[in-house]
Nanobody, 120 residues
Framework: QVQFVESGGGLVQPGGSLRLSCVGS????????MGWYRQAPGKQRELVAT???????NYANSAKGRFTISRDNAENTVYLQMTSLKPEETAVYYC??????????????WGQGTQVTVSS
């Protein structure tokens, strides 16, 4: 059974930092492009960052310079290090695992999400 489980969310003050983790089970983790997305109340889910099987990274403009995505294939884990957090970044953060085949998504899995609240 494929499963991705996030952890590391919580309450942080503006300007603070958090590191999110997402562990995959039942998967050949190294085959997955991994991503972090977030969804704030009343808004659509949006991309935060992705990391490919070859460790190429991509960031939303809002995340560039402040967030870092990384992966440890030996531990089946992807991380999102977030710094200088802003109140508007309060959201549920979701982990996504995706396999691409010939420009088509052949597998797509989501975690249950972890709440990040940025507030003083």
């Amino acid at each position: 059974q494929v499963q991705f489980v996030e952890s590391g969310g919580g309450l942080v003050q503006p300007g603070g930092s958090l590191r999110l983790s997402c562990v995959g089970s039942g998967v050949r983790f190294r085959l997955y492009t991994m991503g972090w997305y977030r969804q704030a109340p009343g808004k659509q889910r949006e991309l935060v960052a992705t990391i490919t099987t070859g460790d190429s990274t991509n960031y939303a403009n809002s995340a560039k310079g402040r967030f870092t995505i990384s992966r440890d294939n030996a531990e089946n884990t992807v991380y999102l290090q977030m710094t200088s957090l802003k109140p508007e970044e309060t959201a549920v953060y979701y982990c996504n695992g995706r396999i691409w085949g010939s420009s088509v998504v052949v597998a797509d899995y989501w975690g249950q999400g972890t709440q990040v609240t940025v507030s003083s």
